[in-house]
């Protein structure tokens, strides 16, 4: 199975988005990450439904939302509207994922959990079977540009073992510092989706980058 990249496009040029939207559609790459940040979950702001509605307008590729926001279920029903193929909320700071992920799932959209990196990958186990993503983040969140923490790699191949026995369906994905010299290690580990920002957008040559991830 080919591994789904998923450029974030919390480092596209804002000024040129339909540009580096049309460079992502063009590409080989099958999912648009999409970073929503409220300042209050994590501390920076991004962006949310404008934007998302001006993404969807120009691709119809899979748009893979990651929620970084407090109160995820008051938005979920929008971001499903406007247009999120996946929405992706994080297991810290909510008290009911059982149902949040159900809520997701309602919406017709696939459902993503996301850990941080300090929380352990055992605590999914009784939600594993409403999880269609499950994304282990690889740096702490709430800005693009950040190093790859290196332990993700051991958290990969956890989480992988879990999802083999608990839900093989489920899509493991990376979050945060990934490139093409982490990217080997991160699809041996078990992952099957990795998100890229800087490292796409900052190259000479982000369409080729896209491949070079995808070959890596
Ligand atoms: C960080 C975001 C990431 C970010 C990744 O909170 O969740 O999706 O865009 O950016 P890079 O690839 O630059 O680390
Ligand atoms: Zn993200």
Redesign the pocket.
Request: no cysteine.
């Given at each position: 199975m080919s591994t789904i990249i998923a450029p974030?496009i919390?480092?596209a040029d804002f000024a040129n988005l339909e540009r580096d939207i049309k460079l992502i559609h063009d590409s080989k790459a099958e999912w648009v990450?999409f970073?929503v940040m409220d300042g209050l979950f994590?501390p920076n702001i991004s962006f949310g439904f404008p934007i998302l509605q001006a993404v969807r307008k120009h691709t119809n590729k899979f748009i893979d939302v990651?929620l970084?926001i407090v109160q995820p279920e008051k938005y979920i029903k929008e971001f499903a509207k406007q247009g999120a193929d996946g929405i992706s909320v994080h297991y810290e700071g909510n008290l009911h994922i059982h149902s949040l992920l159900q809520q997701i799932r309602e919406e017709g959209v696939k459902a993503g959990l996301v850990l941080n990196p300090h929380t352990p990958i055992s605590l999914i186990k009784d939600v594993l079977h409403l999880v269609d993503t499950l994304l282990i983040?690889s740096?702490n969140?709430?800005?693009?540009?950040?190093k790859f923490i290196p332990e993700t790699v051991k958290r990969v191949e956890e989480a992988k073992k879990l999802c083999d026995e608990l839900n093989p369906n489920t899509i493991i994905q990376v979050?945060?510092?990934?490139n093409v010299e982490n990217a080997p290690l991160l699809k041996a580990a078990g992952a099957r989706s990795l998100?890229?920002?800087?490292?796409v957008f900052k190259s000479s040559n982000p369409t080729q980058y896209i491949q070079q991830l995808l070959e890596a």
């Open positions: 974030s919390l480092a990450h970073d994590v990651h970084m983040m740096v969140p709430g800005f693009g540009g950040q979050d945060g510092g990934v998100v890229a920002g800087s490292a």
